[in-house]
C-alpha cells in the first residue's frame, strides 16, 4: 500500500466513449502526477499539479483533460479517444517544500495503475 | 534534449546468479533514483544517489553513481525471483519536478 489509491483499475472503453479515471493520495503530500505507461514507449509525463494548480501539460491531447479539486484527489476526463490511448495510466504524488517550489531528490509514490483499453 | 538509455532491455537468469544493470545519459544530473515495477503495480522508489561516485547498498542491491554524474548501475547479487521486475531509472535536476524515466530493464529470475 502506497498511499495512492487509483479507480478503477481495468478500464474498456469504446472510442465516442467518456470516462474519467480517479487518483486519491492519503500522504499529505502537494503534487500531483499522470502518466502514461504504455508498451512501446517509457514511463511519459503527461500533467503535474502543484497545490491544485496545473503547473505542467506535456504537450497532451485535449481529448485528457485533467482536474485537481484540492491537493488529494486528481482525476483525468476521458473523450473520444483512439486506440493508441490504449496503456497503463499511472497516478503518482509527492512533496514540495513550497509553492512551486523547485527541489531535488523528491520521492514519487505511484498508485497502482489503470489498465485502459481503448476500442 | 536529454538521451537516457538503459542496458539490457531484458535480462532472465536463474535465481542465485548476479548481475548489473545501466543507466546512461548525455546529461549531467543532481541526482538520480532508481525504481521497482513489479507486475500489476507501480514503481515504488529503490534509492536515490546524489553525489558523484556515491555507491548505496539495499540488502542485495547496490547503486553506484558515476564520478561524472551521467551514469549509474544497479548490481544484484544472488537474484531471487522476488527481484523481478521493471527497474527504471529517474534522473533530477535543479530546475523542475518533470520526473523523467528511462526505458527500463525487464529482469525476469527463473526459479
Known amino acids: 500500500e502506497t498511499g495512492v489509491t487509483q479507480t478503477p483499475r481495468h478500464l474498456v472503453m469504446g472510442m465516442t466513449n467518456k470516462k474519467s479515471l480517479k487518483c486519491e493520495q492519503h500522504l499529505g503530500h502537494n503534487a500531483m502526477y499522470w502518466y502514461k505507461q504504455s508498451a512501446k514507449k517509457p514511463l511519459e509525463l503527461m500533467f503535474v499539479y502543484n497545490f491544485k494548480e496545473q503547473t505542467e501539460n506535456n504537450s497532451v491531447p485535449s481529448r485528457f483533460s485533467p482536474e485537481c479539486p484540492n491537493s488529494s484527489h486528481l482525476f483525468l476526463h476521458l473523450h473520444t479517444l483512439q486506440p493508441e490511448d490504449s496503456a497503463l495510466y499511472l497516478c503518482?504524488?509527492?512533496?514540495?517544500?513550497?509553492?512551486?517550489?523547485?527541489?531535488?531528490?523528491?520521492?514519487?509514490?505511484f498508485g497502482s495503475g489503470t489498465q485502459l483499453s481503448v476500442l | 534534449t536529454q538521451l537516457l538509455e538503459q542496458s539490457p532491455q531484458f535480462l532472465s537468469i536463474q535465481e542465485g546468479e548476479n548481475l548489473t544493470v545501466y543507466c546512461n545519459s548525455s546529461?549531467?544530473?543532481?541526482?538520480l533514483q532508481w525504481y521497482r515495477q513489479e507486475p500489476g503495480e507501480g514503481p515504488v522508489l529503490l534509492v536515490t544517489?546524489?553525489?558523484?561516485?556515491e555507491v548505496k547498498k539495499l540488502k542485495r542491491l547496490t547503486f553506484q553513481f558515476g564520478d561524472a554524474r551521467k551514469d549509474s548501475s544497479l548490481h544484484i547479487t544472488a537474484a531471487q525471483p522476488g527481484d523481478t521486475g521493471l527497474y527504471l531509472c529517474?534522473?533530477?535536476?535543479?530546475?523542475?519536478?518533470?520526473?523523467?524515466f528511462g526505458p527500463g530493464t525487464r529482469l525476469s529470475v527463473l526459479p
Open positions: 544517489v546524489v553525489t558523484g561516485g
Open positions: 529517474a534522473p533530477t535536476d535543479n530546475y523542475g519536478q518533470n520526473f523523467v
Open positions: 503518482a504524488s509527492s512533496q514540495t517544500p513550497t509553492a512551486g517550489g523547485r527541489v531535488t531528490n523528491e520521492k514519487l509514490f
Open positions: 546529461s549531467v544530473f543532481s541526482s
